[in-house]
């Protein structure tokens, strides 16, 4: 007869959801003929594109996005205002899928911005309780030195963050890191008057002993504060 095939065309497409609009990566793959010339306004989305995708996806809370937009490219370690990552941000808001999904695709979980916190601070701050145990889970160290020497565990004591506290000790963190003011955990769960924080402080070897600026100790700090039952279990470990 006297028909002629027509060439197969295959089109092959990327969808990539970039604030909000569905930007198509086209890729048209021809059977017996010359691709034209790429059409500029049809290419796929620049670097920085897909950089702020993978932002708003993790500022949203679109976990289910993230894989596919670093395997497009998007860049997992790009930073925001006071080199705050993608990960601290998801830590931040407690939002355990995309921690989850960005440790996947390579996150630093050690990562720290410009005040010496990470993401494992970042859950601490929140009282996330869910993303401070996977990332302690997953290696983070439990014991990082913010500005001023705090650390994730002096925060959590002074929130009165009992489970966390507990999931940073046993995770191997210091119970005495000392700050730049001389200050510990247990002086500021003695302040405090937060009895059950106390009592795990010194279950994992908190020393009531030392001495912060103006002579201060755990048994002084309780004292002027009224919490005699926090002065009375002290006294037993000294």
């Not at 996005?65 to 705050?84: M, Q, S, Y």
Request: charged fraction near 20%.
């Amino acid at each position: 007869s006297g028909s002629m095939d027509l060439p197969s065309l295959r089109p092959t497409v990327s969808v990539l959801l970039l604030f909000g609009m569905v930007v198509l990566l086209p890729g048209v793959a021809c059977s017996g003929t010359t691709p034209p010339p790429s059409d500029p306004s049809e290419e796929g989305p620049t670097q920085s594109e897909l950089d702020n995708a993978l932002r708003e996806a993790v500022t949203t809370g679109n976990a289910s996005a993230i894989p596919t937009l670093v395997e497009e490219g998007a860049n997992v370690g790009v930073r925001w205002k006071f080199d705050e990552s993608l990960l601290m941000k998801a830590a931040e808001r407690g939002d355990e899928p995309s921690v989850q999904a960005l440790l996947a695709a390579g996150a630093d979980v050690d990562g720290s911005n410009s005040w010496g916190h990470t993401a494992l601070f970042k859950a601490v701050i929140g009282e996330h309780v869910e993303v401070v145990e996977h990332l302690l889970e997953v290696g983070a160290d439990p014991e990082p030195r913010a500005k001023f020497g705090f650390t994730p565990l002096r925060v959590a004591a002074e929130k009165g963050s009992l489970q966390i506290c507990r999931l940073l000790l046993e995770a191997g963190a210091d119970a005495n890191p000392i700050t730049k003011q001389g200050d510990t955990p247990l002086m500021i769960a003695a302040m405090t008057g937060d009895l059950a924080v106390v009592r795990l402080l010194l279950e994992h070897g908190a020393d009531p002993s030392i001495v912060a600026e103006g002579d201060a100790t755990a048994s002084s700090l309780a004292r002027e504060g009224g919490h005699l039952e926090v002065v009375q279990l002290l006294e037993t470990y000294e």
